[in-house]
């Protein structure tokens, strides 16, 4: 037998999917043709302290077969007088072969102490139907 919500609760929202991930997508599609990105790892978000923050990994194909790497980073306020409020950050930060990026992303777990891996996401996650 499924559990289900009781009243008032909310279905938590698919990996990527949010106030917070739907601002950082169009700052990523602002740098980034979303026909161009590879893939995009998105890590579970922070939220402390009426805020949020929620970091994802953008890839590229280079003209020479390897990956551009972006990092895409936001913080929103979700609670009191700011709520809303936004601050994005969208950098390039490599160019590197796709059997070294997995080794990396899964080494960002191994180090940071977090349980869960990041998610990998096709671009149809933020930007099918546009």
């Known amino acids: 037998m499924a ?9 938590p929202l698919a990996p990527g999917q949010g106030p917070g991930w739907a601002k950082l997508a169009a700052a990523v599609e602002a ?4 026909g161009e990105i590879e893939t995009i790892y998105v890590f579970r978000p922070i939220k402390r ?3 949020e923050w929620g970091t994802a990994v953008v890839t ?4 020479d077969g390897r990956l551009r790497v972006y990092t895409a980073k936001y913080m929103l306020i979700v609670r009191g007088k700011d ?3 936004i601050k994005i950050e969208v950098v390039e930060v490599a160019l590197s072969p796709a059997d070294v990026l997995a080794q990396v992303m ?4 191994d180090r940071g102490g ?7 996401l096709g671009p149809a996650v933020w930007y099918e139907g546009r």
């Open 49 to 51: 302290e009426g805020k």
């Open 31 to 34: 740098q980034i043709p979303p």
């Open 83 to 85: 709520r809303g409020q």
């Open 3 to 11: 559990a289900s919500l009781g009243p008032g609760a909310f279905s």
């Open 114 to 120: 977090d349980t869960e891996p990041p998610v990998e």
């Open 106 to 109: 899964q080494a960002t777990v």
């Open 60 to 63: 590229r194909k280079a003209a």
